[in-house]
């Protein structure tokens, strides 16, 4: 289908990076769309399809190279799906922590039972900057928000995000454990699916 021995990853997260790559093993090598440019493309879509799309096809017609991309994103049902696509930029781009800090105060003294969340990947394939049929695979992960960060592993939202079936926080599973089971692992478990490479 394509060679996917040479596969860019149209990220500037090394977190996922570093989930994606142990997800894929050694048939595959990811190289951060970093070597080729530390210009972000903006992420103008108004969903996860649309802006991992954007991002695949900017960092395929950068770097020459079938391109892979991950919007991803945490969706609270307190807050009506919010921050969701917007979720890196929850606190206007101060980081992870001021995001994390952010949520715990908008569910300040919001009971357990409605602390509901989700988190959302979309991973998008194209084959080249033009690429009119990107392989699309989505995953969800299903847990709730906590009433204060725990966990040294992971990035992002990991620490507020609980994980029911495991009863530890997101950050508090090893890498190994969080790949078995997160969002992107289903959405990777698919895309493999896809390329015929399991
Ligand atoms: O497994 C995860 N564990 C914790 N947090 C996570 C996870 N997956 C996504 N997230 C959060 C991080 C960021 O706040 C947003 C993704 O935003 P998103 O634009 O897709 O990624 P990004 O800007 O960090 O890197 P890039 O766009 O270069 O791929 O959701
Ligand atoms: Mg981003």
Redesign the pocket.
């Known amino acids: 289908m394509m060679n996917l021995k040479q596969l860019v990853l149209?990220?500037?997260?090394a977190?996922?990076l570093k989930?994606l790559q142990a997800m894929l093993g050694e048939s595959v090598q990811l190289r951060s769309i970093g070597e080729f440019s530390s210009v972000?493309p903006e992420?103008t879509g108004l969903s996860f399809v649309e802006?991992a799309i954007l991002?695949a096809r900017n960092a395929a017609r950068i770097s020459g190279l079938p391109a892979l991309?991950?919007?991803?994103?945490?969706a609270v049902d307190f807050l009506g799906g919010a921050p969701g696509i917007y979720?890196?930029r929850?606190a206007d781009g101060k980081g992870?922590a001021a995001?994390n800090a952010k949520l715990l105060d908008a569910l300040k003294d919001v009971p357990e039972a409605e602390r509901g969340a989700q988190?959302v990947?979309v991973l998008a394939l194209v084959r080249h900057a033009d690429d009119p049929l990107p392989i699309l695979c989505e995953g969800l992960w299903h847990g709730r928000i906590l009433t204060a960060a725990s966990g040294e592993h992971?990035?992002?939202?990991?620490p507020l995000?609980w994980v029911p079936e495991r009863n530890v926080s997101?950050a508090e599973l090893s890498p190994a454990d969080?790949n078995q089971i997160?969002?992107?692992a289903r959405a990777m478990d698919l895309l493999r699916q896809r390329l015929g490479l399991k």
């Open positions: 149209a990220s500037h997260n977190g996922k989930e972000e992420e802006n991002k991309a991950d919007d991803s994103g945490l979720s890196a929850y992870d995001n988190f990947c992971g990035f992002g939202y990991d995000f997101s969080k997160s969002h992107r």
